[in-house]
């Protein structure tokens, strides 16, 4: 049976490097209606040709109505990032699926450095280098921290803008719906699928979060819950120092 299905793997894989690869870009949210019109024209200017699906996940302000508008698929499900990138996933058309967040920055030419690395049938996916912004200095030691942590603990999260096969996302079972490092569980998953390319082309994301909570603190503990997830920490208690560390305000864990 497992041959049969790298065999199938396979041949999926031959089909998506054959003529022209169609990327979908899914993107979860959560009442996002104050940054969501430019960011989608962000990426209608940076990533032209992609199809782009929204996936709201019970926004109480304007956001149904801008995702409806303005992307190529609206998409309505329960809140949950997993949820929402697996009912976006569900839908889209595309050869290659490109998860993102809705406060990212992509870069020029991110479509066709996705397309030169996954032309190789040999690879399964891959992600982007994140970067913060300029300033303040503590940034470039969180940007360098969270890579070589990541090279270190072999992980990466959502914040990577992390890229794979339609056919792959399929044998995988796409992400695991748990409130907690469902992106790095996925992660994990796909470089059992295939070689996963590290591209060093950057994604730039909001310092929102660092900015609420503090930069030091939040860098700590991201890293404080990847070394204990690591070592097969239970969610439960993973999911209370996320809570208390990393929330802001009254937010839910695994709000998009």
């Known amino acids: 049976m497992q041959t049969a299905n790298l065999v199938r793997s396979n041949i999926s894989r031959r089909r998506e490097n054959s003529g022209r690869m169609q990327v979908s870009i899914i993107v979860p ?20 040709g992609a199809e782009i699906v929204i996936v709201d996940g019970g926004s109480r302000d304007n956001t149904p109505d801008l995702a409806s508008r303005l992307s190529d ?25 490109w998860f993102l967040h809705a406060d990212t920055e992509v870069p020029w030419g991110c479509l066709d450095e996705i397309k030169r690395i996954m032309v190789d049938p040999s690879v399964a996916g891959g992600f982007f280098r994140i970067r913060l912004p300029p300033r ?8 360098s921290f969270a890579h070589y942590a990541g090279i270190l603990l072999r992980m990466r999260c959502g914040d990577h803008g992390i890229f794979c096969r ?18 790095v569980e996925f ?3 796909l470089r059992r699928c295939g070689r996963v390319v590290h591209s ?38 993973l999911a209370r120092i996320y809570q208390r560390a990393c929330c802001i ?4 864990i695994g709000a998009s």
Do not use: W
């Not at 104050?34 to 032209?48: K, Q």
């Not at 305000?249 to 839910?252: I, Q, Y």
């Open 73 to 97: 698929q609206a998409v309505f499900s329960k809140r949950g990032r997993a949820l929402q990138m697996n009912a976006g996933a569900s839908v889209s058309r595309g050869d290659l699926l």
């Open 187 to 189: 992660f994990r998953r």
């Open 29 to 48: 949210v959560l009442n996002e209606a104050l940054g969501l019109e430019p960011f989608l024209r962000h990426l209608r200017r940076r990533a032209p």
């Open 136 to 143: 303040p200095a503590i940034y470039r030691l969180t940007d």
């Open 249 to 252: 305000g009254n937010e839910p």
């Open 166 to 183: 339609r056919s792959v996302f399929a044998e995988i079972g796409g992400f695991p719906e748990v409130p907690l490092m469902e992106d």
């Open 200 to 237: 060093n082309e950057r994604i730039v994301v909001s310092p929102r979060r660092y900015q609420t909570i503090g930069p030091a603190r939040l860098t700590f503990a991201y890293g404080l819950i990847a070394t204990l997830y690591l070592f097969g920490a239970p969610l439960s208690l």
